[in-house]
């Protein structure tokens, strides 16, 4: 059963666009929902992440918006270049500070063009 | 570097050996966390450790897994008798004990252990 899904499996965008990767939820006690950017044989880095009292939240060049009644959270990616192209995970985390249990999506392989 | 460490990176072992897997969290952290990645996969959670402690262990196999946090030294993850299903990447990720900040899991560059 899987708690967070996440769509699509791959991406392919032209430097400069804005890809945009989705993300579901279904346990509304979940209440941490971070991103992350895996290249090729090495470890996820943590990207960016939200709590559910906020809509949005940015970072330089990455924004997660969240909506919370419909369970659904998203990453976008400002003017995309080819050095983002990697496999981002979202996550989330039923938290309350005693847990450490990220949930993740299955990941969505983004490639930008030059 | 102050970042959490992993060794070996890669691992090999045959069929029936056992397979130890080392990580040390990053400075100032006191939780470690294990996660597996199979091929093509996202992470999946095995276990939550702080020291000396098992905090949740939901996510590991009920045989031939343990892990540790000893009160000195890294965290280690046992595999026994490996099969040839246990070959994947494992990641260590580890957090602050401070509440505020307790969610954030930094993660190591991962061990992958092959097994033929």
């Known amino acids: 059963q899987q708690q967070v899904k996440q769509s699509p499996q791959s991406l392919i965008v032209q430097k400069g666009g804005i890809p945009i990767i989705n993300c579901a939820y279904e346990?509304?006690?979940?209440?941490?929902f971070p991103w992350y950017q895996q290249f090729p044989g090495k470890g996820p880095a943590l990207l960016i992440a939200?709590?559910?009292?906020?809509s949005e939240k940015k970072e330089g060049r990455f924004t997660i918006s969240f909506n919370k009644s419909a369970k659904q959270f998203s990453l976008h990616i400002m003017d995309s270049q080819p050095g983002d192209s990697a496999t981002y995970f979202c996550?989330?985390?039923?938290?309350?500070?005693?847990?450490?249990?990220?949930?993740f999506g299955k990941g969505t392989k983004l490639s930008v063009k030059p | 570097n102050a970042g959490v460490m992993q060794n070996p990176r890669h691992l090999v072992r045959r069929r029936g050996q056992e397979a130890r897997l080392r990580c040390s969290p990053m400075?100032?952290?006191?939780?470690v966390y294990w996660y597996r990645q199979l091929p093509e996969e996202g992470l999946k959670f095995m276990v939550y450790?702080?020291?000396?402690?098992?905090?949740?262990e939901s996510g590991m196999p009920k045989e031939r897994f343990s892990a540790e946090f000893p009160k000195e030294g890294p965290s280690i993850l046992r595999i026994q008798q490996v099969v040839r299903g246990d070959s994947a990447a494992y990641f260590c990720?580890?957090?602050?004990?401070?509440?505020?900040?307790?969610?954030?899991?930094?993660f190591g560059p991962g061990t992958r252990l092959t097994v033929t």
């Open positions: 450790l702080q020291k000396e402690n098992i905090i949740d």
């Open positions: 939200i709590r559910p009292d906020v």
């Open positions: 990720a580890s957090s602050s004990q401070f509440r505020q900040s307790s969610y954030e899991q930094y």
């Open positions: 996550a989330a985390d039923q938290g309350g500070g005693s847990q450490g249990n990220l949930i």
């Open positions: 400075k100032g952290h006191s939780h």
């Open positions: 346990n509304t006690a979940f209440d941490y």
